[in-house]
């Protein structure tokens, strides 16, 4: 991480890379899939999809703009900037958000986003047997034995760190002056030991616990206030209860409404169990491919990835609709694509993208996953929005 007398110009903070992001992505950047990678370099050509798949996604695609003209031949475009967190990493092309300052519902200085404005490099925040603690909340004690990613428990003497190093309570970096400290916690969560692969025949699943939504607050926190008038369009933390956990567990694909909660999960429309703490049921839940229960909750990343995706605010799926574009991710029982035929190269379906980018941007499912009866809309699959709201 930090430069020694043997080598490299010492910068402020003497880093291997000329700023925080950049000194990540030495090791967390790769041009092939590797477990720790979270952006894939160098960057991809025209019509080349990223390669990483995490569960948080690819920060590459904050480098790749696409532009289509709609069959209707109106011109729209899907810039980079709008993909994801724009982190500054000059090593590795990332340059600040060109359009917003702060972040939307908060105030933090864009010019100041990097890796570890959301995780503490030095991973000081732990889970007790007692809790969650960190910095200023009961000190450094006791010694972190295992890291908080995978399941491993705390014990009376040992604690574990935190899922993914995130920050918590008064976090903030040594290199942002300002108050700018987090007021909630970090979340529970457990991932399975793999978790960068293609989701073609399974779901890579990460067993989210309490306080997900509440951690995004720290930076987008209005967008979380009842009647702000920057409220989310769709509530966050919202407990599903029996109608839409109904609505989820029997929703297989448009058309088809014969699914059963023991098969129902999808990470494409993850969803947090309660507000769960512990992390031994979190574990078990990891394999698991049921659906909610009515106790189980929507948060934010059951519609956005954590870094970054192929659609506009890094959503899951591409949910940025307008009233003259079509709801609809196959067409005619494929992908759409520029490559695609027929109604499938329409761009208000394909978005600027090939046929092998929009599958990979669906973490390489094969379109035949939302195959559905000809009968209905052509065997076009729509919106997973459908997932929770049948339509």
């Keep these: 991480m930090h430069i020694t007398q043997s080598g490299g110009s010492p910068n402020q903070y003497l880093l291997q890379g000329s700023d925080a992001s950049s000194t990540c992505l030495i090791c967390h950047s790769s041009s092939t899939i590797k477990s720790y990678a979270v952006a894939t370099y160098p960057p991809t050509a025209a019509g080349t999809p990223p390669a990483q798949l995490t569960p948080g996604g690819d920060f590459a695609y904050i480098q790749k703009n696409y532009n289509w003209m709609t069959s209707k031949g109106v011109h729209q475009t899907s810039p980079g900037d709008r993909h994801g967190h724009n982190i500054i990493a000059a090593d590795y092309y990332y340059f600040q958000d060109a359009t917003y300052n702060t972040s939307p519902g908060g105030y933090y200085p864009s010019a100041n986003l990097s890796c570890v404005s959301c995780h503490d490099p030095h991973g000081r925040f732990r889970i007790t047997s007692g809790g969650m603690v960190g910095p200023g909340q009961g000190g450094l004690t006791p010694p972190i034995a295992s890291s908080g990613s995978y399941g491993a428990l705390p014990t009376g003497t040992t604690a574990v760190g935190v899922y993914r190093l995130l920050g918590g309570k008064n976090y903030q970096p040594a290199s942002l002056s300002g108050n700018f400290g987090f007021v909630n916690d970090a979340f529970y969560a457990v991932s399975p030991s793999t978790y960068n692969r293609s989701e073609s025949a399974t779901d890579t699943r990460v ?185």
């Design 207 to 391: 067993a989210y616990g309490q306080g997900v939504s509440e951690w995004c607050g720290n930076c987008h926190g209005s967008y979380h206030m009842a009647g702000s008038s920057s409220k989310f369009s769709h509530d966050s933390d919202m407990i599903f209860g029996p109608t839409y956990a109904n609505n989820y567990n029997t929703y297989v694909k448009t058309g088809d409404l014969s699914g059963t909660q023991a098969t129902a999960y999808t990470s494409l429309a993850p969803f947090q169990t309660g507000n769960s703490t512990d992390l031994a049921t979190l574990s078990n839940i990891v394999a698991s491919t049921a659906g909610p229960d009515s106790g189980d909750i929507v948060n934010c990343l059951s519609c956005h990835r954590a870094h970054a995706s192929a659609w506009d605010e890094a959503g899951r799926w591409f949910f940025n609709y307008t009233s003259s574009t079509s709801a609809l991710i196959t067409v005619n029982g494929a992908y759409p694509g520029t490559n695609a035929g027929g109604q499938g190269a329409y761009g208000e379906y394909a978005t600027g993208k090939t046929q092998a980018e929009y599958q990979q941007a669906m973490y390489g499912r094969p379109a035949s996953k939302f195959a559905v009866r000809a009968s209905v809309l052509g065997a076009n699959q729509k919106t997973l929005c459908d997932k929770c709201h049948v339509h």
